[in-house]
């Protein structure tokens, strides 16, 4: 099983739990080496999928009772000589868990009695977590390898904050201080009296009471997007050391600038009329809009207006991050190490960076399970047409395999390319992908 990381992408590395005795067992497998016709070395993502292993075992309150190292080579000592650390540890969020897994990484080195200095071996966490008997190893990994603060999660946190209701219509105080604090720079936590000064004329403007103590103390409503400090009510002139903000885990999604537009976006569409974004924009500082990007579907359509208004340098990020989901997605649907793989629609063998891992049912409308069932929800499909005429609904699959040419009237070169797909043979229609082809016939063919 391949973890995802909290921005959702595929973490290259593998693990899984299994039994061990009357406990579970969560093995990682070893990482380096060369693979032939890839660039990475097998399992690159191993210290970043311990970090969010341990961060998913710390929220549910873990206790690690072993940790040692399982490779075939050492399998037969003892695994009191295999040992990673001196006795159980109870994972908790408080816990310095960078520190644990550095010991757990430069703990490898020298077991088994030749110091090989790699630190990237299998190993194999004997585990307590509440809540997770014995017979639940399967749940145990489907859960770990979702993330629990997603982008997803965020928006809808911001999405469906409860607004109290002044005169029979909803305050705005929630979203114009969540907008602030989106377009504010600075530390994660701000001072009582910069939020009062700032936020209170900001609520004056959008003819709302100006009482920023109000949405400072009571966006704390949704303890994981927001936080106070020093207060344990709305804050009153002597509180001037109290503290409040987004928490630490919405901060870290923030920082990725796509997600943060999106969640702008999900602000503004939700609690404004369409009249009112640029203005708020220009208020708070927030550049854009970044005409559509589709974070679930890892994807960034760039356009619309004022572009240069983002921080130099900001498209080249999000474009090579989604270049890099795309790629990370499309090996996890193609078996072996090819270099070439023919597009599933049009059947002509592409170069991998000119194909892409086109999902037949769209992330955002996907399960977590569906999600993860990545060889059979995407397929490959060539940057040359049919990955965008099939996300738009031109061509579609049917029950037989055989690709169906949309109702629009094409014209020219356009209608070529349709027509030669249509009644040719999809090669990725077989019995697993049929119910995402059949979501796709449904939902997307025009
Ligand atoms: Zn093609």
């Given amino acids: 099983m391949r973890p995802l990381a909290d921005t959702g992408h595929p973490l290259d590395a593998v693990y899984e739990i299994v039994p061990d005795g009357d ?36 929220l549910r309150s873990a206790v690690i009772e072993a940790a040692i190292v399982d490779s075939a080579k050492v399998q037969h000592l003892p695994r009191s000589e295999r040992s990673l650390i001196d006795g159980p540890v109870a994972l908790s969020l408080g816990l310095d868990l960078a520190a644990l897994r550095k010991v757990l990484t430069t703990g490898q080195g020298p077991i088994g009695k030749t110091d090989d200095g790699n630190n990237r071996k299998k190993i194999r966490l004997v585990l307590d977590v509440p809540g997770y008997g014995i017979g639940d190893a399967k749940r145990l990994a489907d859960d770990l390898s979702s993330p629990v603060f997603s982008s997803d999660w965020l928006l809808d946190a911001v999405g469906t904050m409860k607004l109290h209701q ?63 400090h020093g207060v344990s009510g709305p804050p009153t ?10 928490t630490a885990h919405a901060a870290a999604l923030l920082e990725n600038p796509m997600i943060r537009e999106m969640v702008v976006q999900r602000v503004l569409s939700q609690y404004f009329g369409p009249g009112d974004h640029r203005a708020l924009r220009d208020r708070v500082g927030i550049a854009g809009p970044v005409a559509t990007i589709d974070v679930a579907n890892g994807l960034g359509a760039m ?39 023919k597009c599933a629609l049009c059947g002509h063998e592409f170069p991998l960076r000119y194909l892409v891992a086109a999902h037949i049912k769209p992330r955002s409308q996907c399960t977590d399970e569906e999600r993860r069932d990545l060889p059979n929800v995407a397929m490959a499909a ?38 030669k797909l249509d009644g040719t043979k999809c090669t990725a229609h077989r019995d697993e992908t049929e119910p995402y082809f059949a979501w796709h016939r449904e939902h997307r063919f025009n």
């Fill in 303 to 341: 356009g619309g207006d004022k572009l240069v208004t983002l921080p130099a340098g900001t498209l080249d990020q999000m474009c090579a991050a989604v270049r890099r989901v795309e790629q990370a997605e499309l090996r996890a649907i193609i078996v072996g190490d090819k270099k070439t793989e």
């Fill in 166 to 228: 002044s005169g029979g219509k909803p305050s705005l105080h929630k979203p114009l201080s969540i907008l602030w604090a989106l377009g504010r720079s600075g530390d994660r936590l701000i001072p009582w009296p910069e939020f009062r000064d700032a936020v209170g004329p900001l609520l004056g403007e959008f003819n709302e009471n100006a009482t920023p103590q109000y949405p400072f103390w009571h966006l704390t409503g949704s303890p994981d997007l927001w936080e106070a």
């Fill in 237 to 246: 002139a002597a509180d001037v050391d109290a503290t409040a903000g987004f």
């Fill in 23 to 58: 406990r579970l067992a969560l093995v990682l497998n070893s990482a380096g080496g060369k693979v032939p016709g890839r660039a990475r070395s097998r399992n690159s993502d191993y210290v970043p999928a311990l970090d969010t292993l341990l961060a998913r075992l710390a």
């Fill in 382 to 419: 060539c940057s040359f047409g049919c990955d965008l005429l099939f996300e738009t609904g031109h061509v579609a699959v049917g029950a037989d395999g055989l690709i169906m040419a949309g109702a629009a009237d094409p014209s020219g070169r356009f209608a070529e390319l349709v027509a």
